[in-house]
């Protein structure tokens, strides 16, 4: 099983499927990523706020994977913006993952009431000239948030943005692609509190003997998302990692896509500071 790897608008390459660790326990990380990088996954997303990077990374070291064959993320906080304090973020992060470099690092949320997402992300590409990050990016950063950013002239690779079938981001959609943005699909199963079995994905995740949770997972892929489904469960990450031996045809793609219907699972961004 070959996860497809996409290129980013800075040329640099990315596993398309990848292991999430949000709501790990930190003290379970270790043993959790340890199952996950055995499975396959060789792309981790955690952040700062999760409180785990020190079991990512002592999985990481355990693994004996050469770290050009891996691919890491981590997010800056949201109580960390600005110029200098997102450069002792970054160096805290790095330190408690035991890593000279991540692959990709993200302002986590836009944080309106702070007002300054625009001077953190103008220190970003510092930190990529340094090694310190090989890709910079947001996350969180939908039509309401990146006409900001762009206006920097400092275009991110990626963004870390709510998406699954009921929430695919329409009114945001359009501006990454103008500007060759990948979407990263956070809560790309709707965080598993959406009955997606119940909806026309049950009935396409049978026709191909596969579970609803595959079914949507393919359909990421084929729209082009960067995802990493999450799950302490070492089945269910080996089924979300088991989904490149089937397709999903355009009809079915498209009733997939007919499932939008503004439903976000998690916070507006606009409400998180
Ligand atoms: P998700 O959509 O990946 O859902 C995870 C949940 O789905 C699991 O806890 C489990 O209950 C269920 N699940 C997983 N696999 C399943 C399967 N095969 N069958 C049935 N149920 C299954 O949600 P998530 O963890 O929130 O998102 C994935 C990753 O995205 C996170 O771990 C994190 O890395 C990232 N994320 C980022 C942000 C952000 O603000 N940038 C926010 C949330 C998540």
Redesign the pocket.
């Known amino acids: 099983m070959t996860v497809p790897t996409l290129t980013l608008n800075d040329g640099k390459t990315i596993p398309q499927l990848g292991f999430?660790?949000?709501?790990v326990d930190p003290e379970e990380t270790e043993r959790i990523v340890t199952d996950a990088l055995e499975v396959g996954y060789r792309h981790i997303?955690?952040?700062a706020v999760y409180g785990n990077e020190e079991g990512v990374g002592k999985a990481i070291a355990k693994s004996g994977i050469a770290r050009d064959e891996l691919f890491v993320t981590t997010?800056l906080w949201n109580d960390r913006h600005g110029a200098e304090e997102s450069k002792r973020a970054l160096g805290e992060s790095l330190e408690k993952l035991g890593l000279d470099h991540v692959d990709l690092y993200l302002i986590?949320?836009p944080t309106p009431a702070n007002d300054n997402s625009v001077e953190t992300w103008e220190a970003f590409p510092g930190y990529r000239d340094q090694g310190l990050t090989t890709s910079i990016g947001v996350?969180?950063f939908d039509h309401r948030f990146l006409p900001e950013i762009l206006d920097t002239g400092i275009i991110p690779a990626v963004d870390?943005i709510?998406c699954?079938p009921q929430f695919q981001q329409v009114d945001t959609r359009p501006l990454l692609a103008e500007n060759d943005i990948r979407i990263e699909a956070?809560?790309?199963?709707?965080?598993?509190n959406v009955d997606y079995a119940s909806t026309v994905i049950g009935e396409i995740a049978a026709a191909h003997e596969k579970?609803w949770?595959?079914a949507i997972i393919r359909w990421h892929l084929q729209k082009g998302h960067i995802l990493?489904?999450?799950?302490n469960n070492r089945d269910?990450m080996e089924?979300?990692f088991d989904v490149f031996d089937f397709e999903l045809s355009d009809s079915e793609m498209a009733s997939i896509d007919a499932l939008e219907n503004g439903g976000r699972v998690?916070a507006d961004p606009a409400e998180v500071n």
Not at 20 to 23: C, I, L, Y
Not at 186 to 192: A, K, M, R, S
Not at 228 to 231: G, L, M, N, T, V
Request: hydrophobic share 25%.
């Open positions: 999430g660790v949000f709501k997303d955690t952040a997010k986590h949320w996350s969180n870390q709510e699954h956070w809560g790309p199963l709707g965080q598993g579970s949770a595959q990493f489904p999450k799950s269910r089924q979300n998690s």
